[in-house]
Every structure is written in structure tokens, then in C-alpha cells.
């Protein structure tokens, strides 16, 4: 059973600040998705990534197969960035269905 | 808009009562899946289903029921028998049932009285 571990837990940052938020895993996946969870309760997929990295606006994903980790980063972070950041890792098993594993989640609090 | 509609946003429960939670989704998504939140905890499955007229259980499956009738809903009914179902309940969607990104709804929040 893999194992996801999220930090920090809670992270607090002001306006225009370099964020980072980590995911570890314990065995060998398929896929790693990074989730933002809205205070109201919805959740929006940000990236899939299986190697290397991704970046879609101020948002950059990157993995290390090797080290079983993963980062977040959100550049010149905005308060309408805060939310739960949620981690979840797709199981490498042999079956059809890619069963996900998620972390506890990040929640970020970005301050004008 | 395609998308995927959760209703009610708030369910209430009482004691002994079965409820059912709706989700429909219009992206012609072939797998479905319904997740428990719990606060201070990781998304967990109940139910997933890759396809109409088949679904599979998922990690605490037991206390809940599911359909898949047609592709576009995935009911879940919450039974008298689940004993802890005060919790935030969200439906999703994918392709497929493999490594796919998964479209989330809005959630529905159960409470008992």
C-alpha cells in the first residue's frame, strides 16, 4: 500500500513569495496528480506528470522517480492562490483501473 | 458547459435513514468514482465504475450502495448501516479508468441529526 506524505501541513506566505509544497510516496507509481481544493469544497486537477516536469502559469510540477518525491511551486503567489493542495499517486500495479492514493493535503494561506 | 453536477450540496440524515447522493456528468466519461473526505485526512474510495452496468468496491465500500444505469450518473446511497456518515462526499470522472485525469463535482456535505 503506498504510502503519501505531504509538508508542510499548513503554510503561510505573503503576497509575491516563492512557494513549495512537497509530496513523498513509498513505492513505485504510475502517475502523480497535484489537486487544488477550493475553500468551498471543489477540487480542480492542476498537473498528471509520470517524469520530469510541468509548468502551466505561475505553477511548475516536478518529479523525481528515483527519490519518490514531488514539488509544487507557485511563483509570485497570489491570495486567491490559497486553498488545499492536495498530492495523489496512481498505483503501478498490473490492474486496468489506476487506483489513486491521496496525501492529507497542503493548506496554503497566501496574505495581501 | 460539460461538467460534473453533485446535488444537494447539504443532506441531511437521520438515524436508520438511507439517503442518496447524486452525481451526473455530461463529459461522456466512461469511469466514475465517489470519494469520502474526513477532515484532517487524504480522500479515500468508496465505489469506482469503468463502465455502465458495472462498478467495483473501493477502500471502505462497506455501509454504502451504488448504480451505474446509465453512463452519465452514479448514484451513491449512504445506508443505515454506515454507522459514521457524517462526512464530505465528492463524485468524479475520467475517460477512462486508468491513468487519467479525474474531473471532480462541487461535493455534497452529510450530516446526521
Known amino acids: 500500500k503506498n504510502e503519501v506524505e505531504q509538508s508542510p501541513q499548513n503554510l503561510t506566505a505573503q503576497e509575491g513569495e516563492f512557494i513549495t509544497i512537497n509530496c513523498s510516496y513509498s513505492v513505485g507509481i504510475s502517475a502523480l496528480h497535484w489537486l487544488q481544493q477550493h475553500p468551498g469544497g471543489g477540487i480542480v486537477s492542476l498537473f498528471m506528470?509520470?517524469?520530469g516536469k510541468k509548468k502551466h502559469g505561475r505553477l511548475i510540477a516536478t518529479i523525481n522517480i528515483q527519490e519518490k518525491h514531488s514539488s509544487l511551486h507557485i511563483t509570485a503567489s497570489h491570495p486567491r492562490d490559497s486553498a488545499v493542495y492536495i498530492c495523489a499517486v496512481g498505483d503501478a500495479g498490473g490492474t486496468s483501473y489506476g487506483k489513486l492514493t491521496f496525501g492529507q493535503g497542503t493548506i496554503l494561506t497566501v496574505h495581501p | 458547459d460539460g461538467g460534473i453536477t453533485q446535488s444537494p450540496k447539504y443532506l441531511f440524515r437521520k438515524e436508520g435513514q438511507n439517503v442518496t447522493l447524486s452525481c451526473e456528468q455530461n463529459l461522456n466519461h466512461d469511469a466514475m468514482y465517489w470519494y469520502r473526505q474526513d477532515p484532517g485526512q487524504g480522500l479515500r474510495l468508496i465505489y469506482y465504475s469503468q463502465i455502465v452496468n458495472d462498478f467495483q468496491k473501493g477502500d471502505i465500500a462497506e455501509g454504502y450502495s451504488v448504480s451505474r444505469e446509465k453512463k452519465e450518473s452514479f448514484p451513491l446511497t449512504v445506508t443505515s448501516a454506515q454507522k459514521n456518515p457524517t462526512a464530505f462526499y465528492l463524485c468524479?470522472?475520467?475517460?477512462?479508468?486508468?491513468?487519467?485525469?479525474?474531473?471532480f463535482g462541487p461535493g455534497t456535505r452529510l450530516l446526521v441529526l
Open positions: 468524479a470522472s475520467s475517460i477512462w479508468a486508468g491513468q487519467e485525469t479525474q474531473y
Open positions: 506528470l509520470s517524469s
